[in-house]
């Protein structure tokens, strides 16, 4: 136990220096040297990942070892093992400092030619593609966002349109590993792409068919998109946040995905409840800049009744269910839900009977 945390501390330093001018001092026998050692440490990972004791002690020591605050860089945990091979691979590729017979070397361990039959640099050229396919769909999105102006519709957009399926590619990606985690590369790419396009990607890779066809014939894309649905409905604020995209394009997300639906509804209902009628202005206001305003809630909600069954159903049950508990009041300026309903499309006010009907919060 005491040697592997020494193999750790030692390797995390090695990791350190990869990505500093040191690097220049190191020769082909270094790179060569630095890269067993990760891939000896990935042996170590694999023989006892599986074993549940082992793997708990091994983590209990290196957390006595590195302190409450863990180490600021390199094997921070049991896990990282795993990936050491891949980090030092990255940093090297990326490091100028690195000398051409070290950089030299470096390509010849990573890509050795075919029918070297070497299992674990084949292994690691496939994680390191994975990585750069990752990356290069972060890069889109923040690119693309910079200098794109005036746009076609969302759904039109054969930048948003490959973004998309570039999304729901990656998700399938990690489905098929088992240390795939799906959730938390969606919750990356929310904190470091530009919000609203990373929203707008969403919403178009949600209205994506089902199946696509692949070079080897139909492919399914439901558990991916379940995936996508699951992870909005877990976070709040991205989902407060995807809710204000245009109406339109939500009404169409509602339609095929009931879950989403019922959540916009609950979220649409909340707004409403915020608003309070201004007696001097004549009209419902806010009484936060940050709460959406009336206009956007008729728009939203004009969009939504003019769906077809049931969503429409729901949608007009809802406002009604709303009116009476506010006091089924029939004038205007007494109850917002009134107002909006006095204010829908004539043949959207007439309640179609016999969709399921949605209960509003208590």
């Known amino acids: 136990m005491d040697a592997l945390l020494q193999q750790l501390e030692r390797f995390s330093e090695v990791l350190s220096v990869s990505r500093t001018n040191h690097v220049s001092t190191w020769g082909p026998e270094t790179v060569r040297r630095a890269l067993q050692w990760a891939r000896y440490l990935r042996q170590v990972y694999r023989r006892f990942g599986s074993h549940g004791r082992i793997r708990a002690a091994l983590e209990r020591r290196l957390r006595i070892h590195w302190g409450p605050e863990g180490p600021k860089s390199g094997l921070t945990s049991f896990r990282a093992l795993g990936r050491g091979d891949v980090l030092l691979s990255l940093n090297l590729l990326q490091n100028r400092a690195l000398g051409d017979a070290a950089g030299r070397a470096l390509l ?14 084949e292994a690691l050229q496939t994680r390191l593609v994975r990585l750069a396919r ?25 930048v948003l349109l490959t973004q998309a399926q570039l999304l729901l590619g990656r998700l399938q990606e990690a489905g098929e590993t088992e240390t795939g985690d799906p959730s938390g590369w969606l919750g990356r790419l929310w904190t470091r792409a530009p919000r609203v396009h990373f929203l707008q990607v969403m919403a178009v890779a949600l209205l994506q068919p089902l199946e696509e066809l692949g070079p080897s014939g139909p492919k399914s894309l439901g558990e991916e998109i ?26 169409s997300i509602a339609e095929r995905h009931p879950a989403l639906s019922r959540a916009y509804l609950v979220l649409l209902t909340d707004w409403g409840q915020k608003l309070h009628y201004d007696l001097q202005e004549g009209a419902w206001v806010s009484a936060d800049s940050q709460d959406v305003p009336w206009e956007e809630l008729l728009r939203r909600f004009q969009s939504l009744s003019q769906a077809p ?33 006095l204010d829908l499309p004539s043949s959207a006010s007439k309640l179609c009977l016999g969709g399921d009907k949605f209960e509003v919060p208590a």
């Not at 010849?108 to 640099?121: E, H, I």
């Not at 769909?137 to 102006?149: P, Q, V």
């Not at 159903?313 to 009041?329: M, P, W």
């Open 108 to 121: 010849q361990q990573l890509f050795p030619g075919a029918g070297t039959g070497d299992a674990d640099a």
């Open 134 to 158: 990752r990356r290069a769909a972060l890069l889109l999105l923040r690119e693309t966002d910079c200098f794109r102006g005036g746009s076609p519709g969302l759904l039109e957009d054969p």
């Open 226 to 251: 379940h995936v996508l649905v699951r992870w909005l409905l877990e976070q709040s604020e991205v989902l407060a946040a995807f809710c204000r995209l245009p109406a339109g394009l939500l009404t």
């Open 309 to 341: 069954p049931p969503l429409k159903d729901e949608v007009l049950t809802l406002l009604e269910s709303c009116k009476a508990r506010d006091g089924n009041f029939e004038v205007a300026g007494l109850s917002v839900w009134t107002d909006l309903l």
